[in-house]
């Protein structure tokens, strides 16, 4: 799994966004690994449609703290691939920390199940059967009488 971030942020009291894409290996799409999802510490502004945050608004505000963190999740196998993005609470330091971090733990989650499903081996198993040799003997005298009075009898077909 491949996984890109990046945060961009215009001048002025614009948030940032991080936009990401998370890409599978094609490996990793033909074992059919389930989705993982992890919660992360990747804040989420309140108002996070508003593109914009004024000083001493929302998380610019005195002892603003984060109320909501962004949800991460891998694609399906089917897809293979899926990108997002959202907007980050605006810090003065323009420090995310948390991005890193969050992608670390999604990687290490679908690790973790990409391991599981990799030790489920491929299997192959063919059977067959036929009448037992009980049922065999059972029907084997009334088949060979009926064949004799067909050849004796020069009847055609089996009754």
Known sequence: MKITWKIEKKRGNFRPILSWTITLEPFEQELAVSRVEV???IPKPPTAWESFCYPGVNERAEGWTCQDCLILDTPGHKTGSSSGSTRLPWRENREYPEVEEGFTALRDAF???????YDSLPMHETGALENSSEARKH???GFA???LLCVV???DRVR
């Not at 690790?111 to 499903?117: K, S």
């Open 111 to 117: 690790e973790q199940e990409l391991m599981a499903v």
């Open 145 to 147: 009488a009926q064949r």
């Open 39 to 41: 919660t992360t510490t």
């Open 153 to 155: 009898g020069g009847e």
């Open 139 to 141: 029907l084997a005298p």
